[in-house]
């Protein structure tokens, strides 16, 4: 991999500036405004997300080279089986896509409570990784390589660095692992195979799934500080312990 010579404090007040020229902005005639996030559980200004994770390496680097070969290598093998299975997992980014390990009881209209938490943890990413995706306008892999082809919903934008399904995906499972610790393994597991489906779908590398892996434990750290998620959490876990029949 080159070196870079981005210091990452240099990176932190780039994120900065971008984060608060998105808040501050007006726009111009005729533009649509930007679109506001609010978080429900963290405070973005006290994370500072960009020092926690590398740049991603450059397009012409050998990793960059050999992830791309990788994706090839996933393309080349993978299965109509693997395909709706990647396919699934880009539709849904809720906590209940750990079904697969809770069981069938494990649903939204079941579960009020925890799908309400679901869904603020689920609006949390964005507001984490909107900035870095701005920050770091990584190509998708199918718009460096052509003639990769992906099997899930694509973008035109320049926003693969770090995967926000990926994020997301893992703050769910650290939530949920609070809510059922003896699956721990398990839900961890299936975290895993929900972020390599990024790379079944052909939309991600594995460097933008390593960032938002490593972000995800930080911002968890954050919202177990948060009075309001642990009311929330302690409610849900109740609700979801339960309806699986799983001692309080």
Known sequence: MKSFSVTA???????????????????????????????????IDRLPLATM??????????????????LHRIQDGRTAEQVKA???DDAEEDIFLYRTVLGEGFRADLLPLTA??????HGDEPVASDGLKTL????????????LHPVCKVTTKHNSYPSGHTLSGYLLALTLVQMVPEKSAAILARAD?????????????????????????????EMLQNPQFQ???VAARAETRQALHLNP
């Open 193 to 221: 195979d929900y972020a390599h489906n990024r790379l079944v779908c052909g939309v991600h590398t594995s460097s933008d799934l390593e960032a938002s892996r490593r972000i995800a434990y930080a911002i968890f750290g």
């Open 136 to 147: 770091y306008q990584r190509p998708r892999p199918y718009q460096v390589d052509p003639t």
């Open 116 to 121: 309400v938490l679901s869904s603020q943890v």
């Open 9 to 43: 404090g240099a990176v932190a007040l780039a994120l900065a500036s971008v984060w608060l020229h998105a808040q501050g902005s007006k726009p111009g005639s005729g533009a649509k405004p930007p679109k506001t996030r609010t978080a429900s559980f963290i405070q």
């Open 86 to 88: 990647a396919q699934t």
């Open 231 to 233: 009311q929330e959490l």
């Open 53 to 70: 994770i590398p740049p991603p390496p450059s397009s012409d680097s050998e990793t960059a080279k050999s992830e791309l070969a990788a």
